[in-house]
């Protein structure tokens, strides 16, 4: 058994709705983006015996890895990228999407379509979760 069980995800993939299916899981207390305002190691302590979903996890892999490496449990929860990229193309507000297009990337000075930024984003994110989760023993797509 493990004490914790991190869902990593691009967001817009059914992050929501696993988070409600894991509701029923008796022995497990689950949140979906519970931390999101916490900085620092209070953004990362969580109780034992719980499921957290959580697209911004992807952020905090590095973090992630240095507080419970290969002692959790971790869910890379996915779905189809183009898919995903329409979805969060139409959400115009998406602060992922935001702040990703226009601290990380800039198309400003270049000319990229909303949706080919919205799937280098999944394509990216995916990539890291992939990498982060290559070594570890206990985990699940």
């Known amino acids: ?30 949140s979906h983006e519970s931390r999101i305002s916490l900085i620092g190691d209070q953004r990362l302590q969580y109780s034992q015996n719980h499921i957290e979903v959580d697209n911004r996890l992807s952020w905090f892999l590095g973090s ?23 979805s969060y193309a139409k959400r115009l507000d998406s602060p992922i999407i935001k702040g990703y297009s226009e601290s990380i990337i800039l198309p400003k000075q270049f000319n990229y379509e909303r949706l080919d930024i919205c799937i280098d984003y999944c ?4 990539a890291n979760i992939e990498l982060f989760l290559k070594n570890k023993s206990h985990k699940m797509e």
């Open 1 to 30: 058994m493990f004490s914790n069980v991190f869902v990593l995800c691009t967001g817009r993939c059914g992050s929501t709705t696993f988070a409600k299916a894991c509701q029923h899981i008796q022995n497990y207390t689950v």
């Open 123 to 126: 394509n990216t994110v995916n």
């Open 64 to 86: 992630l890895e240095k507080k419970y490496g290969d002692c959790a449990f971790y869910v890379h929860l996915k779905r189809d990228i183009m898919s995903t990229a329409k």
